[in-house]
């Protein structure tokens, strides 16, 4: 099964752009990318999700490497409600099996 | 349209009492995930339900916890007897089939305190 690795925490400057990277070297072909984060004393909650190419939605940007072995979450500008745990997910069983890994802890400052 | 609930939000108990959390999943959803947060750490899965079925229980510490979806929606998670390490916010998120084409909701979590 294909693993995750991000940055334990990252650092990020109110209303500028931030970009939280996640590495899965031995990702397969058909495994999609997901991005959840999770705000203080809050269940996770679903950013974005992608396979090849890139993906925006209301929430954030999703940048996927031409090799797919590496992709990067952009927020486009941090607010302090950003300020959360970010997942970088590979879906396992077929597309129904989340398993965490500790993530990246975002501090936002003002 | 409501999300997922959980009950309840906080338990407070001693060791070796027995205790239960409640999950109400979002309508319609197929598929139902019992995960544990310690804290500092990511969730980790315990058990997945598909319908009435659990599907992967590997994780589930079976000599004290136990978990039904009765008729296929709600859920419920027991301990019995609770352990000190049992310390921990437990979450209930539910989907559609297929996550990776789709997306997990979670529920807000029961965090346990075990003295």
């Known amino acids: 099964d294909a693993k995750t690795t991000q940055p334990n925490s990252m650092e990020s400057n109110e209303e500028e752009p931030v970009h939280l990277p996640c590495n899965h070297s031995t990702i397969s072909g058909t495994d999609y990318i997901h991005w959840y984060r999770q705000l203080p004393s809050q269940g996770p909650e679903y950013v974005i999700h992608?396979?090849?190419s890139n993906v925006n939605n209301r929430m954030a940007s999703l940048a996927i490497a031409e090799d797919r072995k590496s992709s990067t979450l952009i927020l486009h500008r941090a607010t302090l409600r950003d300020a959360a745990v970010y997942y970088c997910i590979l879906p396992m069983e077929y597309g129904n099996k989340l398993v965490f890994g500790a993530g990246t802890i975002l501090r936002v400052k003002s | 349209e409501a999300g997922v609930v959980q009950s309840p939000r906080y338990k407070i108990i001693e060791k070796k009492q027995p205790v239960a959390f409640w999950c109400n999943p979002i309508s319609g959803h197929n598929t139902l995930y019992w995960y544990r947060q310690n804290l500092g750490q990511g969730p980790e899965l315990l058990i997945r339900y598909e319908n009435e079925e659990a599907v992967d229980d590997s994780q589930l510490p079976k000599d004290r916890f136990s978990a039904e979806r009765l008729k296929g929606v709600d859920s419920t998670l027991k301990i019995q007897p609770a352990e000190l390490g049992d310390s921990a916010v437990y979450l209930c998120a539910s989907s559609s089939y297929f996550v990776h084409t789709g997306e997990l909701f979670f529920g807000e979590g029961s965090r346990l305190t075990v003295l």
């Open positions: 992608g396979l090849t």
